[in-house]
Every structure is written in structure tokens, then in C-alpha cells.
């Protein structure tokens, strides 16, 4: 699967890169070298970060079918035990 920015995202991210490297290197980089920069982060490590998102919410979701017996339980034969009750 190939992981994509919206044109904003991808805008806002480059723009971020810029001013990383403006504030915290030597040097400054331009927006195609900072657009060049970001789409080799998101071939090289963004399927890693893909990957462990997917992992954390096939985990959640485990979780969530664990528990969906206790959510949503009914007891079973329970129509003459309320009848008593409300005599």
C-alpha cells in the first residue's frame, strides 16, 4: 500500500522540514530539497509507522471482541425469574 499526503499535509510537513533545519542546523534547505526530504521519510520509515498503527488497532480491536461478551451478554430463560420479581 502506498502512503500518501493530502497537498496540504505534504505542504505543511515540507514547510516543517524548512524550519527544522533552519532553527536546529547549520544550514537552511529550500522547499524542493525539504519536499525531496519528506517523501524519502515516508518510502523509508513511514510503512514503519504504518505498520505499528495498524498493529496497535488490530490490538484494540482484539480487546474490544474480548470484552464484547460482557458488553452485550442477556441472560437466557430469565422471563419467569421476572415475573417473581415484580409480584
Known sequence: ???????????????????????????EIGNVTADALLQFFIEEIGPSIYNKAVSDVQARLQ???????????????????????KR
Do not use: P
Open 1 to 27: 500500500m502506498t502512503i500518501e499526503l493530502t497537498k496540504e499535509a505534504r505542504k505543511a510537513a515540507a514547510s516543517s522540514i524548512e524550519r527544522y533545519f533552519k532553527e536546529n542546523m547549520e544550514e
Open 63 to 85: 480487546s474490544r471482541i474480548m470484552e464484547l461478551d460482557v458488553e452485550v451478554y442477556e441472560d437466557e430463560f430469565g422471563y419467569w425469574q421476572k415475573r417473581q420479581r
